[in-house]
Nanobody, 126 residues
Framework: QVQLVESGGGLVQAGGSLRLSCAAS????????MAWFRQAPGKEREFVAT????????YYADSVKGRFTISRDNGKKTGDLQMNSLKPEDTAVYYC???????????????????WGQGTQVTVSS
């Protein structure tokens, strides 16, 4: 199984930017998809963005489309989430996730992911 470690969270003012990174180690061969989820206090974990590991195809939640960009570097075994025009409602713990199963549909459910990072806090002040 792959191990994931996130970094890059912090405190930023509304309208600002942050870049999160996810470093993968262990069994990365055969990895299908990497994704970012977030969880705000008292709320369920929600899908943010996903990218296919081999071809780099991307899909975003409507709430972040046009503001966030997901990317990956197969050689470095890292995935990034560039977050621009941040809003207070983006405040949450952000988690990196990965899986090995392929699907014809976009994998946007937390239950579809096998491996998770420990999370990194993002706080956006108004």
């Amino acid at each position: 199984q792959v191990q994931l470690v996130e970094s890059g969270g912090g405190l930023v003012q509304a309208g600002g930017s942050l870049r999160l990174s996810c470093a993968a180690s262990g069994r990365t061969f055969g990895m299908s998809t990497m994704a970012w989820f977030r969880q705000a206090p008292g709320k369920e974990r929600e899908f943010v963005a996903t990218i296919t590991w081999v071809f780099g195809s991307t899909y975003y939640a409507d709430s972040v489309k046009g503001r966030f960009t997901i990317s990956r570097d197969n050689g470095k075994k890292t995935g990034d989430l560039q977050m621009n025009s941040l809003k207070p409602e983006d405040t949450a713990v952000y988690y990196c996730a990965a899986n090995y199963q392929r699907s014809t549909d976009w994998q946007i459910s937390a239950g579809e992911y096998d491996s998770w990072g420990q999370g990194t806090q993002v706080t956006v002040s108004s």
